[in-house]
């Protein structure tokens, strides 16, 4: 009676596991599709939205930056300003190149350097600089209210993902007769990074005192470069100045980035310029 009964069991298993294997998966399809057919659903994931950004090795944002540099007044010293040749002639159409230098109105994004904390930054970085030898430790630190910044934005006209947000540090022209004695004058600084590619500032030292070599290697350090190359081109006229180091680095599409360390005498000025 006992093997009877179980052997009934066993058997009514299997009808049902038959049957189950048969409409199960049909019955439950069909459910679900009532529940989800003509329906709008959302759902969040992570990563979407947020676009394509190509991310620039530091000899392409130096090529980038160096670039569209020479599509702007580049910052101006007494000394400059004296040597400078008039442009009153020059056809402004030229300036619509392949490469662009705007001022950035949308202001920085969560990832950048805001206008709160770029003096911070920038004295940090400056600390950087100072402790590498490549700026004397007596400049002074930037302070508020004597400085301005403005944001900038480096693009590759003709492929537009090719760009980097810059903030531009100045001393404030709002006062003439400003002391700028061992202060930094003007500065591009990476918006992203905070490192310091171009800067003009006014020191104490002079020329013969400087180790312009030694201030080229570890500026090149300090950005993480490769490929630098001394320059060993004989062109006076390519600066106002006699004091004055240039350097290659590989740039984008086989083009190169003139990087200069220079010296204005007479008003003390070391620069460190990636525009010709």
Not at 141 to 165: C, F, H, K, Q, T
Not at 215 to 234: A, F, Q, S, T
Request: with cysteine.
């Amino acid at each position: 009676m006992k093997r009877n009964l179980k052997a009934s069991v066993v058997v009514i298993c299997v009808i049902l596991i038959v049957v189950l294997s048969i409409w199960g998966p049909e019955k439950i399809s069909n459910y679900r599709d009532k529940h989800t057919m003509n329906r709008v659903s959302m759902e969040e994931l992570d990563g979407l939205g947020e676009g394509y950004r190509y991310e620039l090795t530091n000899n392409e944002k130096l090529y980038i930056l160096s670039m569209c540099l020479q599509h702007q007044v580049l910052p101006e010293t007494d000394q400059s300003k004296k040597n400078r040749i008039s442009n009153d002639n020059m056809d402004y159409e030229e300036l619509n190149g392949s490469y662009a230098f705007v001022v950035n109105k949308k202001g920085p994004t969560d990832k950048e350097i805001d206008e709160k904390n770029i003096f911070r930054v920038c004295n940090q970085e400056i600390g950087v600089l100072k402790s590498m030898g490549i700026l004397p430790d007596d400049i002074k630190v930037i302070e508020n209210g004597a400085y301005e910044a403005e944001l900038y934005s480096a693009i590759d006209v003709l492929d537009p993902r090719n760009n980097m947000p810059v903030w531009k540090v100045s001393l404030s022209t709002s006062h003439e007769n400003a002391d700028k004695s061992k202060r930094l004058l003007d500065a591009y600084v990476d918006a992203e990074t905070g490192k310091i590619y171009e800067f003009y500032v006014r020191i104490e030292e002079e020329w013969e005192e400087l180790e312009p070599e030694k201030i080229m290697k570890k500026w090149n350090e300090y950005l993480g470069l490769r490929g630098m190359e001394k320059d060993n081109r004989d062109n006076p006229l390519l600066e106002t100045t006699p004091y004055f180091l240039k350097y290659t680095f590989p740039g984008m599409d086989n083009g190169k980035t003139i990087v200069t360390v220079g010296f204005y005498e007479g008003i003390n000025e070391l620069f460190l310029k990636i525009s010709e």
